[in-house]
Each structure stands twice: as C-alpha cells, then as structure tokens.
C-alpha cells in the first residue's frame, strides 16, 4: 500500500493527537500511525503543567507558568525552552478543543489545582477534566467517599486517613465512607466503567447512596464513572443524588486519560485526519537530509508513506520512541543520537527526590523542533520531534509531562501547518 500526504505524524499520545488537531486546522492533509496507544492512558488524564517549586521541591507551586520562566533561567536544555511562547496558545487551544466536544478541561485560574489522589493525597495539576476539578476543600464540609466492592484497587478508608492529615480541610469537615455494589464479580476499572454507563445501574448507584446524602455533601469516587468522553454518568448521578461528585486521580490505567485519548481521536478524525492504528513504522529511508519515505507495517500489510513534513511523537521508553538495552540507548526509527544528559541513568534510591536520569534521556533539537548533532546541526531536515521524545525534563518529579506533550506537539503542529501558507 503506498500514501502521500503532507504531514504524517507518527505517534497517538497526546503529543502527537494534538499536532495533528493543529496541522488539520491550517488544512493539511494529515496522515497519524500509531502501534500503540502511549501514556495518556496511563496518566491521570490531567495535564501537568509544574508541580513544585523549583527553589522547594516539598512546595506546591502557586503558579505554574512564572514557575517554568524561573526554572528556565537556570535550565534551557529543557524542552520548556523550546516552547515557552506557545505554553500559553497551546493551552487555549486544548481547552477549546475539549470544549467543542463536551468534555471540558478546567484550569485553577493560573495556579494548580490540588486534587485528591485515590491514596487521600493531594497532587498539583494544571487542567482537570470537569469530573476531576474539585476546588477549595477548605470550605467543603462533609465529604463522602464512596468505593466498590468489585473495585481491587480502591480503599475509601485509606483516602479518609490519609486526606485527614494533609492540613487541608477545615476542622469541621466530616469525611465517611461507603462500599456500594455495581453488580458483577470482581472488576478492572475499565470494566467497571463499561457497566456505569449503563442508566440502570447508576440508578441502581442512586438509589444505594441516597440515604448517605446530606445537604452539605460532596461525594468522591474512583474514577470509573464512564468509559466513554461524552458520558453522562457523572451528570446523571451527580443530579440524582442532589449533590456534586468528583473522581478522583488513581493507579494506571485511568478512565479520564483513555476518555481524553479517545475525545482527542474523535476531534481529528472530524477534522479529517487520516488515522490507522496497531500500525508500526519500522524504518525511514533518508538522503541528503530529507526524509523520502517511512516503511510502517500494519495489519501484516506494508505501508510506503511519503510526507512532506513528519512528526515524530513516539514517546520516551514507555511508548517506544527510545529502546535500550545496558549501556546502549538508541531512537527507534530515525537512529537518532539520543542525548543521555550527564551520561547518569539511575540512582541507587528508587524514589530519589531529584528523580531517575534516565527519564531525561531524549532526541536534542533546535528552535524548530528538528532533530539536530552535537554540534547543532540539523540532521534530518522535514522531520519534527515532540513530547516525551525530547530531552532534559524529567516528567515524574517535575509533573510536566503532558505539559510538555502538549506545547511540543502544538508547536510542531503549527510549523508543519504554515509550511506553504
Ligand atoms: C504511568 C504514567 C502516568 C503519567 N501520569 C501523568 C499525569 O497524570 N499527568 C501528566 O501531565 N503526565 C503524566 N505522565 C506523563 C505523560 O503521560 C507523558 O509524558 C506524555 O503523555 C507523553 O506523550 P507523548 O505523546 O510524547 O508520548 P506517548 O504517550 O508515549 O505516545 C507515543 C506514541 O507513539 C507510538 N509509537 C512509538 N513507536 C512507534 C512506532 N515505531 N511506530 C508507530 N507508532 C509508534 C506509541 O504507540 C504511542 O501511540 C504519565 C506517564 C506515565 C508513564
């Protein structure tokens, strides 16, 4: 099978979703091939902008993005750098795209939210969905929550001991909790999820709670409330009930990161994005720097794929973009020399403060997202990397990964897009 197209990107993540929203609104014809899904649906489903103070990492930062500019001050090998223009665009441009498909992503006005994790500790995010975004707890007065039987991975006593102690609730907040049933044996939470979409079993989820309810509550639940983006299980619940119900972030795999996943695919799929997943891409033939056709096999079929301009959003070790193996550290289509940073990949703590080095490991690139030597020059010239693929952050400690997904693939999206205009 042999296609043609503008831009190709490779990759479904949230790097890559979203240069292909962008490159499809300057209307190109846009081709995505992904073999796997990445992490989004792995992640809580919020966009991490910053999460600590670059000067305290124990401290929340009240504002991500002064953050990030005193971060850079310091560090401009992070791929923040690169970005830092269309942080704010790139945004707004997620926030409208969520919007115009019914799932709206909230910010906290400039600051992070600091929203309740399934363990009853708080994280900073800069974006929940509306299901996730739960604001001040100072001023809650009793909070709910509420597990289920089938549901390994929840404990609703563990939330409540834990959420007790982090000093942000107010002193006469009452927390309880309850163990409902959604019908079934034991369940996964994407199974879970499926049947909650189901009216009569969130009647059923009604009709369990009501007696719980008071007129000051506020319920907090795993987040399995649908499996679909545009679901309606929270709405339905939330009105049965009387009361507002948010979930809260868990252990992967998370509904709210596979429902942005799949809200993001529906987008560009409308916007006539050519999208074929389980497809691999194996190999890319390059001369005199230019990328003249990727090889991708799909379904046991073989794909030739000329583009104009490729987007390269594979992801770091997790999504496939990096491979290794001890010693060794490679790009997996491209060849590209991936930058090891100080050449460290790990710590003997697990947990170190300042994170695993190898999580910085990425692709080094210029201003335009192109993948350039040790000695800054552009080695292949129509190509474009973005997302986990960069190097310099180290998403896990600075809580910045889809951040950085997300103003990359925006970026990449809007060069490829102006191309020609
Ligand atoms: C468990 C976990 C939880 C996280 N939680 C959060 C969170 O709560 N908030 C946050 O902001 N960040 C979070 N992150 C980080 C964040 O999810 C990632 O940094 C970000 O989503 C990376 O996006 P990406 O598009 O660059 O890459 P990925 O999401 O990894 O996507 C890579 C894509 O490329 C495809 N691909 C790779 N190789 C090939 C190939 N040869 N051919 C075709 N396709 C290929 C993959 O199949 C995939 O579709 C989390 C990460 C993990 C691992």
């Given at each position: 099978?042999?296609?043609n197209?503008?831009v190709?990107?490779?990759?479904?993540?949230?790097?890559?979703?979203?240069?292909a929203?962008k490159?499809?609104?300057?209307?190109?014809?846009?081709?995505l091939?992904?073999?796997g899904?990445?992490?989004i649906g792995?992640s809580?489903?919020?966009?991490?902008?910053?999460?600590?103070?670059?000067?305290?990492p124990?401290?929340?930062c009240?504002?991500?993005?002064?953050?990030?500019?005193?971060?850079?001050e310091v560090?401009?090998?992070?791929?923040?750098?690169?970005?830092?223009?269309?942080?704010?665009?790139?945004v707004s441009?997620?926030?409208?795209?969520c919007?115009?498909?019914?799932?709206?992503?909230?910010d906290?006005?400039?600051?992070?939210?600091?929203?309740?994790t399934?363990?009853?500790t708080?994280r900073?995010?800069?974006?929940?969905?509306?299901?996730?975004?739960?604001?001040?707890?100072?001023?809650?007065?009793?909070?709910?929550?509420?597990g289920?039987?089938?549901?390994?991975?929840?404990?609703?006593?563990?939330?409540?001991?834990?959420l007790?102690?982090?000093?942000?609730l107010?002193?006469?907040?009452?927390?309880?909790?309850a163990?409902?049933?959604?019908?079934?044996?034991?369940?996964s939470?994407?199974?879970?999820?499926?049947?909650?979409?189901?009216?009569?079993?969130?009647?059923?989820?009604?009709?369990?709670?009501?007696?719980?309810?008071?007129?000051?509550t506020?319920?907090?639940?795993?987040?399995?409330?649908?499996?679909?983006?545009?679901?309606?299980?929270?709405?339905?619940?939330?009105n049965?009930l009387g009361?507002?119900?948010?979930?809260?972030?868990?252990?992967?795999?998370?509904?709210?990161g596979?429902?942005?996943q799949?809200?993001l695919?529906h987008?560009?799929?409308?916007?006539?994005?050519?999208?074929?997943?389980?497809?691999?891409?194996?190999?890319?033939y390059?001369?005199?720097?230019?990328?003249?056709e990727?090889?991708?096999?799909g379904?046991g079929?073989?794909i030739?794929i000329k583009?104009?301009?490729?987007?390269?959003?594979?992801?770091?070790f997790l999504?496939?973009?990096?491979?290794s193996?001890?010693g060794?550290?490679?790009?997996?289509?491209f060849?590209?020399?991936?930058?090891?940073?100080?050449?460290?990949?790990?710590?003997?703590?697990?947990?170190?403060?300042?994170?695993?080095?190898?999580?910085?490991?990425?692709i080094?690139?210029n201003?335009?997202?192109?993948p350039?030597?040790?000695?800054?020059?552009?080695?292949?010239?129509?190509?474009?990397?973005t997302?986990?693929?960069?190097?310099?952050?180290?998403?896990?400690?600075?809580?910045?990964?889809?951040?950085?997904a997300?103003?990359?693939?925006?970026?990449?999206?809007k060069?490829?897009?102006e191309?020609?205009?």
């Amino acid at each position: 099978m042999k296609k043609n197209t503008d831009v190709l990107i490779i990759g479904a993540g949230l790097s890559g979703l979203i240069a292909a929203a962008k490159a499809a609104a300057y209307n190109k014809k846009v081709l995505l091939v992904a073999k796997g899904m990445g992490a989004i649906g792995l992640s809580s489903g919020c966009i991490d902008l910053w999460g600590y103070r670059t000067d305290n990492p124990e401290q929340v930062c009240p504002n991500p993005i002064e953050e990030i500019d005193t971060m850079l001050e310091v560090n401009q090998a992070h791929p923040y750098s690169l970005v830092i223009d269309e942080l704010g665009e790139s945004v707004s441009f997620f926030q409208k795209i969520c919007a115009e498909n019914n799932n709206p992503y909230f910010d906290n006005q400039g600051g992070n939210w600091l929203l309740p994790t399934a363990l009853g500790t708080l994280r900073p995010t800069y974006l929940a969905p509306a299901s996730m975004a739960l604001g001040n707890l100072h001023n809650v007065k009793r909070i709910l929550v509420v597990g289920f039987e089938e549901l390994k991975d929840f404990y609703p006593d563990v939330l409540v001991d834990n959420l007790k102690n982090t000093g942000e609730l107010s002193s006469d907040c009452r927390l309880d909790t309850a163990l409902i049933k959604a019908g079934g044996g034991e369940l996964s939470s994407n199974n879970l999820a499926h049947l909650l979409e189901k009216t009569e079993i969130q009647s059923s989820i009604i009709n369990q709670l009501i007696s719980h309810i008071t007129a000051d509550t506020i319920i907090l639940f795993p987040p399995v409330l649908g499996e679909r983006w545009d679901s309606k299980a929270v709405d339905n619940i939330s009105n049965g009930l009387g009361c507002p119900i948010y979930e809260v972030a868990n252990i992967p795999p998370a509904l709210p990161g596979q429902r942005l996943q799949q809200m993001l695919l529906h987008h560009i799929k409308r916007q006539g994005v050519e999208v074929i997943l389980g497809c691999t891409v194996t190999d890319a033939y390059i001369k005199d720097k230019k990328c003249l056709e990727i090889l991708a096999i799909g379904s046991g079929k073989q794909i030739n794929i000329k583009a104009k301009n490729i987007v390269l959003a594979t992801g770091s070790f997790l999504g496939g973009g990096l491979a290794s193996k001890l010693g060794e550290v490679w790009e997996s289509i491209f060849k590209l020399p991936v930058d090891t940073c100080e050449g460290k990949w790990s710590t003997q703590e697990f947990l170190a403060m300042e994170g695993q080095p190898f999580n910085k490991f990425g692709i080094r690139v210029n201003d335009s997202l192109h993948p350039i030597d040790n000695q800054g020059q552009v080695l292949v010239e129509n190509l474009l990397v973005t997302g986990a693929n960069l190097s310099g952050s180290n998403f896990a400690i600075e809580k910045c990964g889809n951040g950085v997904a997300l103003a990359t693939g925006y970026k990449a999206g809007k060069l490829v897009g102006e191309v020609g205009q």
